[in-house]
């Protein structure tokens, strides 16, 4: 690995002028852990990290709104603070049941929310669950601050919307009254593995009947993806074999899913199909 340095400002201001919005390698460092495995495989050759971690404020906590309608979660929270926060367990308890399968103990102690997001990997966890609960990032940089949908954020396989010199600062996620969600993650060996497919699930359901719902394809295409058309098969209709069979299928027409080292294009295609019906009538188990 080559010399570089490390540096931590204390305000925004300093952070900002310490990042180049035209040099790669000078990049913000949240917990670290994506970016020193691309630094250890000299994939990443950094001259300046920027490091987040005295970014108080905005950058930290995990507040809820006071009438309980949604949460403001700093940039360089770790995933260990969400799994084991109280409220977010209560509120939003997608967040623990995807952290089970999630790396380990070491990773979730240090990754943080923001670099999560920022890394863009499509195989990751957490991204399509944000998506499927409608969060939104605030992304602040010298020019100003903007507050963009998560799946803004991605625009193509480890890319983002992201200039050099933008820094996520933290999320907005609503909690919805009368909707549930889960994630699915379909590993084709270890359950601690990469991904074949992802599919974060939150959907307002009335008995067996889908009042409303948000579907997110990953690892199979190359960003977290609204599944729209099968959205649309489902919305408004009692959950059957025939409804939950159109949605597969249209899941499956209105994606790109590619074969590599997890499996055939074809073979994701089934577990699409297969999964996506499977997390309907789980969530509707859910609430009986
Ligand atoms: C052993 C191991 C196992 C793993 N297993 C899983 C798994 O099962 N599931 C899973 O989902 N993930 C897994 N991961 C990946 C892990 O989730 C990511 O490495 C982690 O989320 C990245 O967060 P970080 O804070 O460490 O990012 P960093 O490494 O600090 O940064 C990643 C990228 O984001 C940028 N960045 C950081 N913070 C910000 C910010 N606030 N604003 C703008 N840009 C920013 C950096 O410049 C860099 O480009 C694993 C990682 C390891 C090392």
Redesign the pocket.
């Known amino acids: 690995m080559t010399g570089f340095e490390i540096v931590e400002p204390e305000s925004l201001e300093e952070a900002f002028r310490l990042l180049d919005p035209e040099d790669p390698a000078v ?9 020193m ?1 691309m630094m250890k495989a000299q994939i990443y050759k950094p001259e300046r990290l920027v490091s ?1 971690r005295r970014l108080d404020g905005r950058f930290s906590g995990i507040d809820i709104a006071a009438d309980g309608s949604g949460f403001r979660i700093g ?1 360089m929270t770790t995933f260990s603070m969400l799994e084991h926060s109280p409220a977010i367990r209560r509120h939003l308890p997608v967040i623990a049941q995807t952290m089970k ?4 103990v070491r ?1 979730r102690n ?3 929310v ?3 997001l ?2 863009a990997d499509p195989h ?3 991204p399509p669950v944000w998506v499927a609960l409608g969060a939104r990032a605030v992304v602040v940089g010298p020019r100003g601050e903007r507050t963009i949908p998560v799946e803004a954020i991605f625009e193509g396989y480890y890319e983002t919307s ?1 200039a050099n010199d933008e ?2 600062a933290e999320l907005e996620v609503p909690v919805r009254a009368g909707w549930d969600a889960l994630y699915v993650k379909v590993t084709t060996r270890a359950a ?1 593995d ?1 991904p074949a497919l992802g599919l974060a699930v939150s959907a307002e359901l009335e008995g067996r009947r889908i009042r409303d719902l948000r579907l997110v394809l990953s690892a199979a295409v190359d960003k977290p993806t609204r599944l729209a058309a099968a959205e649309a098969v489902l919305r408004g209709a009692e959950i059957g074999p025939a409804t939950l069979r159109a949605a597969g299928e249209a899941a499956v027409a209105e994606t790109e899913i590619e074969s590599d080292s997890r499996g055939s294009a074809a073979y994701k295609q089934h577990l699409l199909r297969v999964h996506l019906g499977r997390a309907i009538e789980a969530l509707a188990a859910k609430r009986v």
Do not use: E, F, K, M
Request: proline residues 3%.
């Open positions: 990049r913000p460092i949240g917990g670290g852990t994506a970016l495995l987040l940039a399968t999630l790396a380990n990773v240090v990754a943080s923001g670099g999560n920022a890394h990751l966890d957490l992201l820094l996520i601690h990469w």
